[in-house]
């Protein structure tokens, strides 16, 4: 299994698809913001990794 899990979706303010790499080591349940590529809007994401990698993925804008 690679320690990174890249993972595509769609941003939440321009719906740019955009990919980040999910550091798959850094815990089971993950939460952090980035900025979107595109846009430069920050982006919550919330995430789950299994052994198979990332299984439950939400982006949403920052509230
Ligand atoms: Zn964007």
């Known amino acids: ?3 990174e899990d890249e993972y595509s979706f769609v941003c939440p303010y321009c ?3 955009i990919s980040i790499g999910v ?3 850094a815990g089971r349940r ?3 913001t980035t900025d979107c590529e595109v846009c430069c809007q920050p982006i ?3 995430l ?3 052994s198979d990698g990332v299984t439950a993925f939400n ?3 920052e509230s």
């Open 1 to 3: 299994m690679p320690v």
């Open 15 to 17: 719906s740019a698809e």
């Open 23 to 25: 550091d798959v080591t």
């Open 30 to 32: 993950q939460s952090f």
């Open 44 to 46: 919550s994401i919330r």
């Open 48 to 50: 789950t990794v299994e």
């Open 59 to 61: 982006a949403e804008r």
